[in-house]
């Protein structure tokens, strides 16, 4: 039988405290000026229709002391229903008032470590950031994952593994979802990529585990970010606007 996971000790000072140390913006380029354009003009990770943002309950105590940003959310279909009857007793989801009203320091961990999870091997061992894999079709990032600077990963990384000491059932939970990851890139007969500890580029082979060094080959972007007439094509269709730049990083 598998032993429950110690009790949280986690505390909203805590959070404020993993909240000041995991401040280093994803990259020094704005990515969501390239996905905003296939999404009415919001950034994908900032609305709700694309990604409901779940917090622990100690998380929503400190937001709701420090901004009215945040309030909790309400299920509206099956889909949005499904994600809340899923949440483990401690957490729950939240929305905030949208991408105009945001505010930099109230961002929830998982606003700040959008599109990554902790990846964690078969061993339990935190090597790196995996790419929360439903998002590739819309999140430009993802395509661009050799752009992430590594103070953003040094931070996400402080930051999770502070989480897992407070909170044990977090490690728990990406152990799992990691091993989801896994098999779902074994079905798919892909390899995961990963961003490891010193924001390096590698790649897991979903049945053995294995990780090894990537090349620039082993990270094909994804559609629409796959051409500058692909992606202009979906941003046409979407009735938005292609930045300055296109596709390209700048
Ligand atoms: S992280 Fe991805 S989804 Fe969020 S703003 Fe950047 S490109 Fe868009
Ligand atoms: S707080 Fe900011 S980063 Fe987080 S979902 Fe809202 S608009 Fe996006």
């Not at 404020?16 to 354009?37: E, M, N, Q, V």
């Not at 994908?44 to 309950?57: F, G, L, Y």
């Not at 779902?184 to 892909?190: D, E, F, G, I, L």
Request: net charge positive; with cysteine.
């Amino acid at each position: 039988m598998s032993k429950k996971p110690p009790k949280a000790t986690i505390t909203p000072a805590d959070f404020a405290a993993l909240y000041d140390g995991f401040t280093a913006p994803i990259s020094r380029f704005d990515c969501g000026r390239k996905c905003a354009p296939l999404n009415g003009g919001s950034p994908v990770c900032c609305s709700t229709d694309n990604a409901v943002p779940v917090v622990h309950k100690v998380e929503f105590d400190l937001l709701k002391e420090r901004t009215d940003l945040w309030s909790k959310f309400k299920p509206y279909d099956y889909a949005t229903r499904q994600i809340v009857a899923e949440l483990t007793p401690d957490c729950m989801a939240i929305h905030c008032k949208g991408a105009r009203h945001c505010e930099r320091d109230n961002r929830t961990i998982a606003c700040r470590g959008f599109p990554f999870y902790p990846y964690l091997t078969r061993q339990k061992e935190f090597v790196g950031l995996g790419t929360y894999w439903v998002f590739e079709d819309r999140c430009w990032m993802m395509s661009n994952l050799e752009i992430v600077d590594k103070k953003f990963v040094q931070e996400f990384i402080a930051t999770y593994e502070a989480m897992f000491v407070k909170d044990p059932s977090e490690f728990t939970t990406y152990v799992d979802f990691s091993a989801s990851a896994r098999r779902v890139y074994s079905r798919w007969k892909r390899q995961i990529p990963l961003l490891g500890r010193e924001g390096e580029l590698l790649i897991v082979e979903p049945g053995s585990g294995a990780i090894r060094r990537g090349r620039k080959k082993d990270f094909p972007k994804i559609a629409p970010f796959s051409s500058e007439k692909e992606y202009r094509a979906a941003v046409g269709e979407a009735g938005g606007e292609v930045p300055r730049e296109g596709l390209r990083a700048a």
